[in-house]
């Protein structure tokens, strides 16, 4: 069981930045996929950004050179930090960790953290 807690949305002007964290009840370094995810009113949750356990990281077409996802030097942080941010990034964005244990594979995810970015 991972419980899994976001922070740091907010109302932001085009073009500034925020840093989204994620706090785990447990170590997050033996879990495989660390995902953050979005879904704007109306659509569909989508991923945005990506890292393994191995450090491979992964972004969406929309967000590339804009956003990093990192993990804390104590491995029970996930980040999400995002620059010139634009109206169309408006989305409350949820952590997700992947796990695959025992041949079956669990989503955990957090409450979710809302960003509106709007001049």
């Known amino acids: 069981q991972v419980q899994l807690v976001e922070s740091g949305g907010g109302l932001v002007q085009p073009g500034g930045s925020l840093r989204l964290s994620c706090a785990a009840s447990?170590?997050?370094?033996?879990?495989?996929?660390l995902n953050w995810y979005r879904q704007a009113p109306g659509n569909q949750r989508e991923v945005v950004a990506t890292v393994t356990s191995a450090g491979t990281t992964n972004y969406a077409d929309s967000v590339k050179g804009r956003f990093t996802i990192s993990r804390g030097n104590g491995d029970n942080t996930l980040y999400l930090q995002m620059n010139s941010l634009k109206p169309e990034d408006t989305a409350v964005y949820y952590c997700?960790?992947?796990?695959?244990?025992?041949?079956?594979?669990?989503?955990?995810w957090g409450p979710g953290t809302q960003v509106t970015v709007s001049s």
């Open positions: 447990k170590n997050i370094f033996t879990i495989n996929i």
């Open positions: 997700n960790a992947f796990q695959i244990r025992g041949g079956l594979a669990y989503n955990y």
